[in-house]
């Protein structure tokens, strides 16, 4: 049987090189020449040193391939010299190397800081890198030399070069501290310093303690943020136990958090801060809190900061009597006007535009993570050999590191395994007839469900004796959140009779039914709240009550949620175990993250009529996160087909900005553009609509004087005029088409160089290949000019005893 390549790699350093001067190791164009070229200079040395070639075993001639795969042993001994002296087989493979690689970079670094060359150094003296094999250092002798060099040009570096240059260095930590406490400067040399610039010394030293203080600190302010990072250890946990899938749901309800904080902060910071810094009388008494209000929003929260209808629609210092006075007033002396309106619109809008920028670099962040560039055929090994990290000290943590590791393990077996197993040609037509028949039923589901909740909403419009009560509010949000809680049950359910060949297919399906239901019930919403209520509330604030409903909206699916929780989880898991002799539940991913984008998209649908919105929604989304992962921890099992989620948070952000985001801010537009604001509260109270509040700052501007006639340049030529809209989209959507393409071309170019590197690999078998064949030639040469030589020189007596035998 074949055995693998055997190298000597004891290869001594010959007086022929000795007088040549050696290439930086980072001229790689000289390091790397040509392999034409070394295996000519290697000849050359060869025959000048009169190498005698080594015995072989057997004489077989073969292919190229069992050319390179011979016993150990039958190399000759130039060819094994030559495949040692290769630089891919010498460079930055041992300590030796490593040292005289970066004794280089020292000398290098010195002479660019024009410090002066050590005396008494010649360049031969350089280690060279190209004669080296794999241990690189035959003697510690050797090796001492080199240190003693890298030792003495480190001292001539200067501090921060120095330091640099040995965090760099690929060495053990004990061997850069005994590097740093060598290269470090001697007392004696400090001494002589202080005799002559003592003052200076000083100020040297301060300096760099001041520095290493300031170094230290830096760290461990970091080191206390990354501790400081909301559930750090909690996140840990899940993805060792239950994988990267279910740690995908927690991932995004942590960027969900992220999201309506940065929006809140500029409501508050805009919009809710000066309304409170200036607090208008209320038009009657204060209503009387029953807690109901938690729930319906109604009652006591009707005149709050909470909702629309309380902001006032004058400048915020001005002494207006009334907040229904739309007459325009005098400002105080020394006062800074503060248009509410003005600010009430583009403060909303400015958050909508932050966010669309943060979840768009979000997505294309998640997705430059998840589908990177290239193959991932060595994704095993890397898990294998370099997933463990080293500074991990705790067993606590260590024992979250294994579990990750081998859950990942699983994850990784287990996409290998479907890959090789495809199904047949029955049963893929079986598998598309159920998949077919389970789409049916589930688009036939939303459909209902729509027109289930347009018809209960008419009814609820029609009846007007059920309007005048508060916990009549209720009945919508509770139909509607019953809908949206037991629909995705029966996909489920046609899901469990579907043969799914992949958990990672059975998901998506799942996330693509409960998105069309979840559009199809929104959908059917705002068509409800800008086109019916609006028309009935004539008169009224409109605004406000769109407001509480998607108050009550927020809060019933948070209640829902927990009652989901308790009996569509805990009980469940109860039954199984007791009753049914099951195992634990698993974790709906698509259920959960479509509630997850659910309440997301209706708290963005209501930042215009609730400005503390966002807060509701943070709150819920905290709340969410511990009952979520308790129920996890104690309800639900880790996946029986382990599956790798590499790409589910990349889908969940895509979703979250296309379908809901791009359907709030459509939403919001049609409400500022179109919908005429309600006459008797919000800042809009005397407009058209709520867009005309720009217009009217443009014209009081105008109005102003010249010094601030290029704001109403700005408003008119790049707000108001549609081109530089569709200049922006157009730019966007060429932005994203040309990166597609760049990864497409990288793909293109990766694929280009393993096929160059495979035929680099072919022809250096072809030439080793050469070079056996030659020096066998060169042997049966020697062996014919040998036995020649011996033929010729023996006596005539003894061969004329053989002609007589």
């Known amino acids: 049987m074949a055995q693998p390549l055997a190298f000597i790699l004891d290869v001594p350093e010959t007086p ?132 003693s060099l890298l030792v003495k040009e480190l001292q001539s570096l200067a501090v921060a070069q120095r330091d640099h240059m040995l965090r760099g260095m690929p060495l053990s930590l004990a061997e850069k501290r005994s590097l740093r406490e060598k290269s470090r400067t001697p007392r004696g040399k400090w001494r002589g310093q202080q005799g002559s610039g003592g003052v200076c010394s000083c100020c040297g030293r301060l300096r760099y303690a001041c520095v290493l203080a300031l170094h230290s600190l830096g760290l461990a302010l970091l080191s206390g943020l990354q501790a400081l990072t909301p559930w750090r250890y909690a996140l840990k946990r899940i993805g060792g136990q239950f994988g990267s899938s279910v740690l995908s749901y927690f991932l995004f309800l942590k960027t969900l958090l992220a999201f309506n904080a940065l929006l809140q902060l500029l409501l508050v910071a805009f919009i809710v801060g000066p309304q409170v810094a200036f607090l208008p009388a209320l038009p009657g008494p204060a209503p009387i809190c029953t807690g109901l209000e938690l729930l319906t929003g109604a ?26 006075d739309s007459s325009q007033c005098t400002p105080r002396a020394g006062g800074l006007p503060y248009n509410m309106p003005l600010a009430y619109l583009y403060t909303v809008g400015a958050g909508f535009f932050i966010t669309c920028i943060t979840l768009v670099y979000s997505m294309a962040h998640s997705f430059g993570e ?167 509330l004539q008169g009224q604030c409109w605004e406000d009550f769109v407001g509480q409903e998607l108050y009550r909206f927020l809060v019933m699916d948070f209640v829902l949620m927990l009652l989901d929780t308790l009996f569509g989880e805990l009980v469940w898991r109860i039954i199984s175990e007791k009753k049914l002799k099951r195992r634990k539940p698993e974790f709906d991913i698509a259920r959960n993250a479509l509630e997850l984008i659910y309440g997301q998209t209706l708290a963005w649908l209501g930042v215009l009529f609730s400005p503390l919105l966002p807060a509701v929604q943070i709150i819920k989304l905290l709340l969410v996160f511990y009952v979520k992962k308790t129920s996890l921890l104690a309800n639900c099992q880790a996946p029986r087909r382990p599956w790798l989620a590499s790409h589910m948070s990349t889908v969940f952000l895509t979703l979250l900005c296309f379908p809901a985001f791009l359907g709030a801010a459509i939403f919001l537009c049609y409400a500022v553009w179109q919908v005429k604001p309600s006459s008797t509260c919000g800042p809009f109270r005397t407009l058209d609509s709520m ?78 290949n050469k070079l056996h064949s030659i020096y066998e030639r060169k042997e049966r040469e020697e062996r014919s000019r040998v036995g020649t030589t011996e033929e010729t020189a023996a006596p005539p ?6 002609r007589d035998d």
């Open 691 to 768: 867009y005309e509040a720009g217009r009217v700052w443009v014209r009081y501007l105008e109005a102003a004087g010249p010094r601030v006639s290029w704001l109403p340049w700005v408003h008119r030529y790049l707000v108001e005029n549609t081109f530089f809209v569709f200049l922006v989209s157009a730019l966007l959507l060429a932005v994203i088409y040309l990166n597609i393409q760049v990864v497409r071309g990288q793909r293109r170019v990766i694929c280009l160089l393993k096929e160059q590197i495979s035929n680099e690999g072919e022809d250096k078998i072809f030439l080793i």
């Open 797 to 802: 007596a003894l061969l004329t005893d053989e």
């Open 16 to 147: 022929g090189d000795q007088g040549s001067q050696e290439p930086s190791p980072y001229d790689e164009s000289e390091v790397h020449d040509s392999f034409h070229q070394l295996i000519q200079e290697q000849s050359q040395w060869a025959a000048q040193e009169g190498l005698e070639l080594q015995q072989r075993e057997q004489e077989a001639t073969g292919s190229g391939q069992q050319m390179l795969r011979r016993p150990e042993g039958t190399q000759s001994t130039a060819t094994l010299r030559i495949l040692a002296s290769m630089p891919s087989r010498t460079i930055g493979r041992s300590r030796g190397a490593i040292i005289s690689q970066y004794y280089s970079r020292t000398v290098q670094l010195r002479r660019r800081s024009s410090r002066p060359l050590l005396g008494n150094f010649v360049l031969s003296a350089r280690p060279s890198l190209r004669l080296y094999d794999l241990e690189l250092d035959p003697t510690a002798r050797e090796e001492e030399e080199k240190q």
């Open 299 to 324: 009652g006591c929260f009707t005149h709050t900061v909470m909702f629309y209808g309380h902001y006032s629609n004058a400048t915020l210092n001005q002494p207006c009597g009334s907040p229904l």
């Open 370 to 536: 998840s589908y990177r560039v290239g193959s991932t055929s060595g994704i095993h090994a890397i898990t294998v050999f370099c997933s463990w990290d080293y500074k991990v000290m705790q067993k606590r943590a260590s024992r979250l590191q294994q579990d990750n590791i081998r859950t990942r393990l699983k994850e990784l077996l287990a996409e290998w395994q479907l890959r090789q197993s495809p199904r047949s040609v029955c049963g893929r037509l079986r598998q598309a007839a159920a998949l077919g028949l389970a789409w049916l039923l589930c688009l036939g589901t939303a459909l209902g469900c729509a027109v289930a909740i347009h018809v209960f909403s008419e009814f609820l419009i029609q009846s007007p004796e059920a309007a005048g009560q508060e916990a009549a509010l209720l009945v919508l949000p509770l139909v509607v959140g019953l809908l949206n809680l037991g629909a995705p049950y029966l996909c489920r359910v046609l899901a469990a009779l579907e043969p799914h060949d992949s958990p990672v297919l059975e998901v998506y399906v799942a996330i693509c039914r409960n998105l069309i239901l979840k559009l199809a019930i929104l959908g059917t919403l705002c068509y409800h709240w800008l086109g019916r209520r609006v028309a009935v």
